[in-house]
Structures are given as C-alpha cells and as structure tokens.
C-alpha cells in the first residue's frame, strides 16, 4: 500500500510470544484509519457474519490441531486474525493456513517455556546462603504479584495453585463456565509473570529458577498435547512464518488502531452528511482541559501524564520534528515510524494543528497488552473533531492514532 | 475464550452508575443518545432485528442486513446479557454528526471496549464496537 498523508501508527505488543512486531498502518487521505473504515467500506458485518458462518468448521479444524481445551482459543484467534486482514483470500484453506500457523506459534512458545523451566529446575546446584535469601525475597514477590492482581484472577490463582482445584472444580465452584477459568489462569499468570519481570528488569532467568523448586515434577504445568501435524508441514509452516517475519520487519503493513484483543470490531456505516458549520470557539494557542486521575489500571502514566504526551506527540507533528515524536517510543514504535512517514502524517496534520486545538481527554481503555488513552481535538478550522488515541505500553508510548472522519463515496475525490 | 475475554454487557442500573462515576471530568451522557444507545444494546440482547433499526437512519436500514446483525448478535448477545458497565467518554461532532463515545468494560474481564455511536435528528447513523 502506497504512503500518503494522513498515517497514523500503531504498535501492538505480542507478549505471549514475548516478540514485539511493529505494525504501521498508512491511511489514504480522510480515511478512518483504522479495520473499522475498511470494514465500513467493504461491509464489515457481511464479512464478519461469512467469518462466523465458518466457526464451527474451524472449531472442528482446531481440535485436529491442538487439544481439545485450546481448539476454542484457537478457533478464536484465527477468527480475529481474519478480521484483522483485507477481505481477499478468507476461504477454509487460508483460515486453515492462519489456524496451523497459530497452533504452531503456540506450540514452539509453549516448548520454549517448558525448556526454560526444566533447565531452571535441573541444575542439581546446592544454593548460597545469599541464594537462599534471594529465592526468599522472589518468593515474597510472588505472594505480592498475586495478592495484588485484580479479582477475579486472584481468586482464580489461588483456587488454582494454593487449593489445588482444577478448573473443572473452580467452574463448578464459582459457577462459571470452563473455559472463562482457563482463560482467568492464564491471564492471572501472564499478569504475574509480567509483574515479576518487571521487578527483576526483565531477568526472567532469576525469578524462574527460584521458583522451579517449588513446581512439583509430576505436576509440570497441564500436560502437552501433541501437535498434530505431519514434520513436513512444520517445516512448511516455519517457512512461511520465517518469511512472514522477514516481511513484516521489511514491509509496511496495515495495522490496526488497539491491539488483536478479544474484541471484535463491528459496525454498521454511519451515513454523513453535508458538514454542518458549528464552529468551536478556540484560542489560537493549544489548549487542554485538565482531567481527574481514574484508578484501576495497570502501572503507567495516569490521565494528566498521558495528556502531557499526547500533547507532546502533537507539537512534534506539528514542528515536523521526527525525534521528539519517537523520543518517548518503545522500540518497536521508534522502529516502525520511518522518517518518510512521519514526514507525510506531520504534513497533513501540521496545518489544522497549528491553527489552533483544543485536546480533551475522555479516558482510558484497558487493552490485553496496553491501555488506550483517548482524547478529543477539537480544531480551530470549524473541521470535523478528531479522536486521538494513544496506546501506552507501560510508561512507553506504543502507538498513535488521529482519527478522522469517514468520507462518504461521493465525497471521495474523483 | 477471547469473545469472553472482552465484553460482558450492560444494565440500566450500571450504566447510570457509570456516568456518575467521578473518574473524569466528562459530561453526563445526553439523555438522547443514552436511550439510543440503550434501545440498541437491549435489542441485541433481545436479537431482534426490527428493534435494532427502529432508530435507524435510512442508510443504516438500507446498510445492515438480517443476516449481519444476526452475526452481530453471534459476537454481543452471549457477552450482553453477562452483565456490563458502561462508561461515558464524551460526545465528538463529525460530518454533520454527532458521535457519542462509551466505554464497555465487561463484567469479570479486565479487558474493555469503546462504542461510537452516530447520531442526527434523533436517528442512529451507525455504530461501532471496538
């Protein structure tokens, strides 16, 4: 897809892999830049409802693949990946392609796991006094990670691994379903382990080996399926995966303005019509409105700290400056935002922007991997509004959005 | 499942609780789009296809089939009637259209989501649930 003006950028944090992949997405002039305007275009809830039609197709294909318990989960992912990507090629072969692609994702993650565990566990080396103390303080902070999640995950984690109930038991017990369980586990466990890389820089190594000692052996974390596929086709599938990953670290991509979560875009197309003049009364000057901090999410910036940075990301778009614009990026933002592209978004954008703004927070949104921050721009050209939205990565900005209206066919120029 | 993982809907109860809540200085939703919004999620709950276009625009009649909505209904109704809260962001305008955003946390997920609604003249232009 060619660059124009009008991009936006996205990262999206792949933490189960613990791989960052960079997604930009370019979005032709006044396009809404994100899958929602394409979907709007193309029939968003057409295509969702063919996708649907073959869910139970591909929950059958799932269970051919993985076990049984992981066959909805995969089902799943392969339903969003499909929404995630243009509408060509959404037959059973490509969903089978994306779905083995998946099983294999989570199989060698899986492995990777497992083999980082055991090393951890295996050595035979009788620790230090100092050892000792510090496997103390590592067990401390597990109780802490766990004590501080969020019900109901640490209600699931300590049925789970302190009582020792298997999900079947937790359901029945909270009287929930199954896989909302499963699904509470590994979420709980994912919280805690980030939690604990967090507090150990990142030295997963560390905290891992002083914990394995308390894993019992037969107890090695739910048994692995077999992943049902012919060698030949793992390798097949390596292939494609290493070329994708070559393409994706080469080639701009579409992205999508918040992460592949759970949710599922759906929309019907709103009709626009002639814009109606009702212009804001704005300083020349940027201007903001101070908001209250809202509690509950994850460590990062609160409301007025992510308002600083929106507004900082604004100024640079608006002076064209390219490294206060990554300054504050995770690396796979900073990576992502190529000069040429911030060049043509800066151009497009400068000009509203320097007339005059308004920026207003409205909240945030907790995503799977990072909290979107959005904010309103009201514009001093008696334009359209624009919601801007700014996924953070902890204290990293992992993305930035402008979205603008969605032009009507007959508004497209010719 | 990741559908569950995200959303799990709304109440009246809730979703006046929420305005209220003092987490940002927003505005209380209009009163207007809140009951749109309202008609709208009950009728997915309900999967009834005439209640979701009651409010309907003409385009948005003509835009979303029977079959659509019901594989809308496949993704929203379950998470729904789960129970929901509902979080007003603030109103944007647009086209001639005011856009009135929400947030949808689900209940016992920690995950959230945001709805844009359009409206003009007392009618739903479009919706969206991301």
């Known amino acids: 897809m060619q660059a124009t003006p009008g991009e936006m950028f996205l990262i999206k944090k792949s933490t189960q892999s613990g791989q960052q992949i960079a997604k930009k997405k370019i ?48 089902a799943q992912d392969t339903l969003t990946t499909a929404l995630r990507q243009p509408s060509a090629g959404r037959g059973r072969a490509w969903l089978a392609t994306v779905a083995r692609n998946l099983a294999v994702d989570r199989f060698r993650r899986d492995e990777r796991r497992d083999r980082r565990e055991a090393v951890a566990s295996d050595d035979g080396q009788v620790a230090t006094p100092e050892e000792l103390i510090a496997n103390a303080q590592i067990h401390r902070h597990v109780a802490e990670a766990v004590a501080t999640l ?65 894993l019992p052996k037969s107890d090695a974390p739910i048994p692995r399926p077999p992943l049902r596929l012919f060698p030949a086709a793992i390798s097949f599938v390596g292939l494609v995966l290493g ?39 704005l300083a020349p000057a940027s201007a903001t409105v101070p908001a209250e901090e809202p509690s509950g999410l994850p460590p990062g910036p609160g409301m007025g700290d992510a308002q600083a940075l929106a507004e900082e990301l604004l100024r640079a778009v608006e002076n064209q400056d390219y490294d206060a614009f990554v300054a504050k990026g995770a690396a796979a933002f900073r990576a992502a935002v190529t000069t040429e592209g911030f060049a043509q978004f800066s151009a497009k954008m400068r000009e509203r922007l320097s007339h005059g703004r308004r920026v207003t927070p409205l909240g945030p949104v907790r995503r799977p991997e990072h909290v979107d921050w959005l904010f309103k721009i009201e514009f001093a050209d008696d334009g359209d509004d624009a919601l801007v939205t700014l996924p953070m990565d902890g204290w990293q900005v992992a993305g930035f959005l402008i979205n603008e209206p969605i032009p009507m066919p007959e508004e497209k120029s010719p | 499942m990741k559908q569950r993982n ?6 009246l109860l809730t979703l006046f609780l929420s305005l209220a809540s003092p987490a940002r200085a927003a505005e209380p939703a209009p009163a207007e789009a809140e009951k749109l919004l309202g008609k709208l999620i009950e009728a997915v709950k309900a999967e009834s296809y005439d209640a979701f276009l009651a409010d309907a625009d003409a385009n ?29 962001f603030g109103r944007l305008k647009q086209r001639g259209m005011a856009v009135y955003v929400w947030k949808v946390a689900a209940a016992g997920s920690p995950d959230e989501a945001l709805i844009r609604l359009w409206v003009k003249d007392g009618k739903v232009g479009g919706v969206i649930v991301q």
Not at chain 1, 248 to 275: D, F, I, N
């Open chain 1, 27 to 74: 979005v032709a002039n006044g396009f809404l830049p994100s899958d929602v305007s394409r979907n709007m275009k193309t029939g968003p809830t057409a295509e969702l409802a063919a996708l649907l039609a073959q869910a139970g197709w591909l929950r059958r294909f799932a269970r051919a693949l993985v076990r049984d318990e992981d066959a909805a989960d995969l």
């Open chain 1, 150 to 214: 969020p019900e109901p995950f640490r209600q699931t984690l300590v049925l789970r691994f302190y009582q020792g109930l298997t999900a079947a038991e937790i359901a029945r017990k909270l009287g929930e379903p199954e896989g909302t369980i499963r699904w509470r586990v590994k979420e709980g466990l994912q919280r805690v382990r980030r939690e604990l890389d967090a507090r150990h820089h990142q030295a997963r190594a560390e905290w891992v080996a002083a914990l394995s000692p308390l």
């Open chain 1, 243 to 281: 070329l994708l990953g070559i393409v994706t670290c080469l080639v701009v991509l579409r992205a999508r303005p918040h992460t592949p979560s759970p949710m599922v875009e759906a929309t019907t197309e709103p009709a626009y019509p002639a814009r109606a003049v009702s212009p804001p009364r």
């Open chain 2, 6 to 11: 995200f959303l799990s809907l709304f109440s």
């Open chain 2, 60 to 88: 948005m009649k003509k835009q979303l089939s029977r079959q659509q909505f019901e594989g809308l209904c496949g993704l929203y109704t379950k998470p729904l009637n789960k129970g929901y809260t509902l979080d007003y």
